[in-house]
């Protein structure tokens, strides 16, 4: 079955610096993968997906995600960190016998300190 | 564009009370679904259509009911409201394939 894990459920860094929230998936067909971004109280908002046209997916607010079918990995990464970036990520991957059904992984928190 | 709207976006129930969370969408989607979100568990899937007439159970559908009469609307019936059910909901709409959802604001549910 296909599904996702997020390791780490918080993860803090400093402004500026590197941001890496970890995904790996298991499927045993190429997968779509997503990232979404939900702040306080709002709904979950879609920041990027890959659907094997390139392995580099550019998102939106400057975030990135490379997947890596060796490390069975989808990591979302972003160079500088900005106090606004403070919210919960999720990473989603689309069941592949379903054209609707998409599975979230339990989500990561993600801090920034001034 | 309105996009997916939830109503409401409060609710208290009493244990064993009925209720339906609506949603509605207005971008023509085909595929819809519902979300529950709790602590540390992150979105779990209750159920989801593929287009008016047919809808499919998720990763938890006991205690929840769903009918799509129309591309627009999802309805979400719970049928005897438990304390278990306490949570966030979330509706979200697709035009499926490579496309993600576009999600709802959301419902917190309060079961006492």
């Known amino acids: 079955a296909q599904s996702v894990t997020q390791l780490g459920s918080h993860v803090s860094v400093s402004e500026g610096a590197l941001v890496l929230l970890r995904c790996n998936y298991s499927s045993s067909v190429p997968p779509y993968l997503f990232w979404y971004v939900q702040y306080p109280n709002q709904g979950l908002q879609l920041l990027l997906k890959?659907?094997?046209?390139?392995?580099l997916v550019k998102g939106i607010n400057g975030f990135e995600a490379e997947f890596k079918k060796s490390e069975t990995s989808f990591h979302l990464t972003k160079p500088s960190a900005h106090m606004s970036d403070a919210a919960e990520y999720f990473c989603a991957v689309r069941i592949y016998s379903s054209a609707s059904k998409i599975i979230f992984g339990s989500g990561t928190r993600l801090s920034i300190r001034p | 564009n309105a996009g997916v709207t939830q109503t409401p976006k409060f609710q208290v129930l009493k244990t064993g009370q009925s209720m339906t969370l609506q949603c509605a969408q207005d971008?023509?989607?085909?595929?819809m679904s519902w979300y529950r979100q709790d602590p540390g568990m992150g979105l779990r899937l209750i159920h989801y259509s593929v287009g008016a007439g047919i809808t499919d159970q998720g990763e938890v559908p006991n205690g929840y009911n769903v009918s799509r009469s129309t591309t627009e609307d999802f309805p979400l019936r719970l049928l005897s409201a438990a304390p278990s059910q306490t949570s966030v909901y979330f509706c979200?709409?697709?035009?499926?394939?490579?496309?993600?959802?576009?999600f709802g604001s959301g419902t917190r549910l309060t079961v006492v």
């Open positions: 890959y659907t094997s046209a390139a392995t």
């Open positions: 971008m023509n989607h085909e595929y």
């Open positions: 979200a709409s697709s035009l499926g394939g490579v496309n993600g959802y576009t």
